[in-house]
């Protein structure tokens, strides 16, 4: 059983009086760590970093870089990008290998752009949520990167079907 340090006690009660003499406004919020989502999540966040000196890894944070947000919004119009001209190729005779994807085409041209960027941005979104977690940033990057890729070979496969 711990027993209480009465040292430790008075300086917590010290840090969370309120230096005018004011009451608290309630429990002291710093005691818990920023949660993944928060009302400050997307509209007036107050964090960028960790709360304690040398805390980079593994915290939430309410407040984002316009780098970060850039590159998400490109990775989300690759997506968007990939998804019309997937339709442009198929228009021209081409042929969907995915079978997933071939389901929501055969939904209609609307429902599967739409789907597939809804389904993005909200992947998108929750790797900004965890952007200062490792898989999170390995996750952006590799599928940054196919996304790229991918935009590559659609280049490839509409200048081979003007040719043929």
Known sequence: ????NP??????AAAAAPLDGERPRGPDRRQRATPMLSRYSFFGGRRR???RDGEIENVYVDMYSPRLTALLLIFFALTVADS???LVYLGKGGREFNPVAQWMIDQGAVFFVLFKGVLSGLCLLFVMLHKNFKPARLALGIGFGFYFL???????????????
């Open 1 to 4: 059983m711990d027993t209480p």
């Open 7 to 12: 040292q430790h006690d008075a300086s917590s």
């Open 49 to 51: 970093a960790g709360r």
């Open 84 to 86: 019309v001209l997937t």
């Open 150 to 164: 991918l935009g590559v070979y659609h280049l490839v496969l509409q200048v081979l079907a003007m040719q043929g």
